[in-house]
């Protein structure tokens, strides 16, 4: 009898609880919708057009349910609907999308005081620091973005190529030219490939010879945990305490630290060394040069927090670019395509001295003779933009498109990714087709169709560094490789803060002829080797380790009969050798630990039973089938 009181009394408890708990969030909902702000509409005129709302059946919440099951499909479905200008309703927030030519003008030409980047992404002042960027006055913004332009104008471009050439060559040469299995070749997850390039690139060209030759590892490392610090719950709650979030911190700071360092042993170097200390021309010597308009140089954590901003900014957008533009070419070879043939054939065309390309000798004048090439980014970035959305806020004055008010404190949208597949401005819009960008005079497209990069006033400082470094990548990559897509053009993932393809995606890099038979010439003093410790370090740091690069050649298509004690798949149990178990099938996923969506959380599987893990709630069904790829062999 007690013990049933016990149990009735504590199931009541528990119902309790329940529901205070429910009507707290209801409560809490109803605050945010009323007391917040939703726009300021009662100082708008009586003619004052609204844009019109996307409706929903979900009341407080409005449409943010569709809208993070499916961002895409909802905006170009409202489109259909609505028009081109349009309001979504989330939670308290007004959300005003702007979609095709004539209302991209609207918000591509608003100057920083009528639409403002600042209040849409304050989530990110956790990555980049205090007083920078998006935590900064619009005047002290407008001063770094000057001090960042500094170091990517034209006159700087030039010094560029060679640089990302030879780091490109060097960075491949050592993983995949220079081993025991160079003439078959070696099958590499793509992606992650591109992002270790990118970041090694930024920090030979941006950040420095300090970073680069003795630090790239550690930036690395912290530009991941970083990145794993961004995602939707943060556009809510950046400051969460989350395990992610903290890491986010933790790196961060340890970002800070680093950079700092640099400055000072720098500066500490010229001081000494006066008149005869040789200046850098990297960005970081340009932020550390510059002072703001009232006199007071830029301290030491805004130099690294805009040294950061400029890896972000470009890290994401270069790796996937690369990623896709690759992925199609040879999707596009499988199916009878000649485009990756094209762009082999100008590339012996423009090169001044044949055979440099595939030595990672490169100049900026042959870069941008690339006209092909220019167009197989180009459609990738229109098919696949990194970023799906731009955001800014209307501050001040409402903005007045194609016949709407939008009213203060509304945020604005525009999607490159919806309108760059409208079908009355591009032909067959879901095509990989770069002849669109070779084949047509290109003032006749309407103005603000390609917003892969921003436009107008507003576009990304960036552009020419990221199609210079893409293009440079690319010539170095299809110089010295025959590639080989190992599956089928994969979609596209829409799970993470930015569209990269569903993973892994394995490619076979074989090194051509020319490679084969003089893999141990020096190329000259045009690119000198670096000592064989210090390419180590980099192959390391780059996650290609000869262990990490056999595992696609291994376990694409092949069967593997082998069995493994318990006592040895245990050993295999951190992220630079990582084996699970399920269903008595051994996995080695050393590989996919960079794309798993869930970040680290595998870890906790190394060396151990998976099965629970990989079946768990939060996986997709397709996740088994993915794990073939790297199935090697059966529990004993």
Request: charge should be positive; glycine fraction near 6%.
């Amino acid at each position: 009898m007690c013990a049933c009181a016990c149990v009735y009394l504590y199931i009541n408890i528990k119902m309790m609880l329940l529901i205070l708990a429910s009507v707290f969030i209801i409560l809490a909902l109803i605050f945010i919708y009323v007391f917040t702000n939703k726009g300021n509409v009662s100082n708008l005129p009586a003619t004052a057009k609204l844009p019109p709302i996307v409706t929903t059946h979900i009341p407080l919440v409005g449409g943010i349910v569709s809208f993070l099951q499916d961002p895409l499909g909802t905006v170009a479905n409202a489109k259909k609907r609505y028009g081109n200008v349009f309001t979504i309703n989330m939670f308290h927030i007004r959300s005003t999308f702007l979609i095709g030519s004539e209302a991209h003008k609207a918000f591509f030409e608003a100057m920083d005081d009528e639409l403002d980047q600042a209040p849409c992404y304050r989530f990110m002042i956790p990555v980049f620091g205090k007083g920078v960027v998006y935590d900064a006055p619009l005047r002290k913004r407008r001063q770094q973005m000057r001090f960042l332009g500094g170091s990517l104008r034209p006159t700087e471009l030039k010094r560029y190529p060679g640089i990302i050439a030879k780091e490109a060559y060097d960075f491949f040469k050592k993983f995949c030219i220079k081993s025991e299995q160079a003439n078959g070749g070696k099958t590499i997850d793509l992606l992650p490939t591109m992002a270790d390039l990118t970041i090694l690139t930024a920090s030979a060209t941006l950040h420095g010879p300090e970073v680069r030759k003795h630090l790239y590892k550690d930036v690395s490392r912290l530009f991941a945990e970083l990145d794993k610090g961004i995602s939707p719950l943060s556009i809510l709650f950046p400051y969460a305490p989350t395990p992610a979030h903290r890491g986010r911190d933790k790196a961060h700071k340890g970002m800070i630290e680093l950079f700092s360092k640099v400055i000072r042993e720098r500066r500490a170097k010229q001081a000494t060394e006066g008149k005869k200390a040789k200046k850098g021309v990297d960005m970081l010597q340009k932020l550390m040069d510059s002072t703001y308009k009232d006199g007071t140089a830029v301290p030491e954590h805004e130099i690294a927090g805009l040294l950061i901003s400029a890896l972000f900014a470009g890290q994401h957008t270069s790796s996937i670019t690369l990623t896709w533009t690759l992925l199609f070419l040879l999707n596009d070879k499988k199916k009878g395509g000649k485009w990756l043939e094209k762009i082999l054939t100008e590339l012996k065309e423009v090169e001044a001295v044949p055979g440099n390309f595939a030595k990672g000798i490169v100049t900026h004048e042959e870069v941008f003779k690339m006209d092909i090439l220019h167009a197989c980014i180009k459609e990738a970035l229109r098919l696949f933009p990194p970023l799906i959305f731009l955001m800014r806020r209307v501050v001040n004055k409402p903005l007045n498109v194609c016949g709407y008010t939008v009213p203060v404190g509304y945020n604005v949208w525009v999607s490159n990714a919806v309108a760059q597949r409208l079908p009355e401005v591009f032909e067959n819009p879901d095509v990989y087709d770069p002849s669109r960008w070779l084949s047509f005079d290109i003032r006749k497209l309407p103005p603000y169709s390609f917003i892969g990069f921003g436009a107008g006033i507003h576009t990304c400082m960036g552009e020419s560094f990221a199609f210079m470094q893409l293009r440079t990548i690319l010539t170095v990559v299809l110089s010295m490789f025959d590639l080989e897509m190992m599956g089928k053009l994969p979609p596209a993932s829409y799970e993470a803060m930015v569209v990269m393809p569903e993973g892994p995606n394995m490619i076979k890099f074989v090194p051509k002829e020319d490679d084969r038979n003089n893999n141990s010439n020096n190329t000259g003093s045009q690119n000198d080797q670096r000592n064989e410790d210090e390419s180590e370090k980099i192959v390391k740091g780059a996650s290609f380790t000869k262990k990490e690069t056999d595992i696609g050649a291994r376990t694409m298509n092949e069967e593997i009969s082998k069995t493994y004690s318990l006592d040895e798949i245990a050993k295999h149990n951190n992220r630079d050798d990582l084996w699970i178990i399920v269903k008595g099938k051994v996995y080695d996923v050393t590989t996919y630990l960079p794309v798993h969506q869930g970040g680290d959380a595998i870890l906790k599987w190394a060396g151990k039973d998976a099965t629970k893990g990989v079946y768990g709630p939060q996986h997709p069904t397709t996740v088994p089938k993915l794990l073939e790829r790297y199935y090697i062999g059966d529990v004993m």
